[in-house]
């Protein structure tokens, strides 16, 4: 039941943000390959904190900065026909996000749910925790890229 | 004193982390471009909702996301010799930002305090409000912009 109500709420989503109405694809792009960039820098910062000098403070700005982004409303970006288009680069992304709604809605899901998990024992200080967390945000984001993104051009 | 510790402050944080130090020069520059251009999107989300049919979630969605990136030390994607160098495009970043380090520091502290400010009223659906404290935020973005980035070729 859960998995049929997502796609709606994403479309339902898309549909209602005056601001997001109006975007043009190729701004939709540049702003999600944005989000997507910026968080794999977050990514990367935690992960060279739990294999070196641990910083409790800077593993919290990364965890905070993912998780708000990923509850900013993403989703929102992948407006209709966004499947074809050139942000900073041409996109990678599938048709298929936009018509496998249960299984967007379900990665999408999971990718929210690990980053505020993430954001929740960012502040630990527990290096194997953190690795153990980043294993399974970072899980989400290759699902996502399994299914829904083309492979990079060789 | 203040406008003297704060570029000291910035410069320990660059040297002191660990995932940041090893930041090759074009990638600092597509990740901070990505930051600011993914934070471009929620500001313009916020003005539509001051302007039209205001939603709350949305709001506050955009604000957080600032927020955090603000919060998250853009201040280490500044790298030594950052001011040359190609992200998603060419930086126009000027050198002055590696050499006034006292009027960088205000600028950045003046961000994020209008950033967080933000977060705070988001939620309150006041729209003259929340345009007046974008009117502050944008400002500080302008005041940087002014000051430390070369204007856009013709």
Redesign the interface.
């Known amino acids: 039941m859960l998995r049929q109500l997502l796609p709606i709420a994403l479309i339902a989503c898309a549909a209602?943000?005056?601001?997001?109405a109006?975007l043009k694809v190729d701004e939709a792009i540049?702003?999600r390959?944005?989000?997507y960039?910026?968080m794999?820098?977050?990514m990367?910062?935690i992960?060279?904190?739990t294999e070196?000098?641990l910083?409790r403070d800077?593993v919290v700005?990364?965890a905070?900065?993912i998780?708000?982004?990923a509850?900013?409303?993403l989703g929102s970006?992948f407006v209709p026909g966004s499947d074809q288009g050139k942000g900073?680069?041409e996109t990678r992304a599938k048709s298929e996000i936009f018509t496998d709604g249960a299984g967007v809605g379900k990665v999408a899901m999971r990718f929210n749910q690990e980053a505020n998990a993430m954001a929740a024992i960012a502040g630990t200080g527990d290096a194997a925790a953190l690795k153990a967390q980043l294993g399974k945000l970072g899980a989400t984001c290759k699902s996502c890229h399994d299914n829904y993104r083309a492979k990079a051009a060789e």
Chains 1, 2 share one sequence.
């Not at 209602?16 to 997001?20: E, F, G, H, K, L």
């Open positions: 209602s943000t005056s601001a997001s109006n540049k702003y390959q944005s989000a960039t910026f794999a820098w977050n990367g910062r992960r060279a904190n070196g000098e910083s800077e700005k990364a905070n900065a998780a708000a982004i509850n900013s409303g970006l900073w680069i």
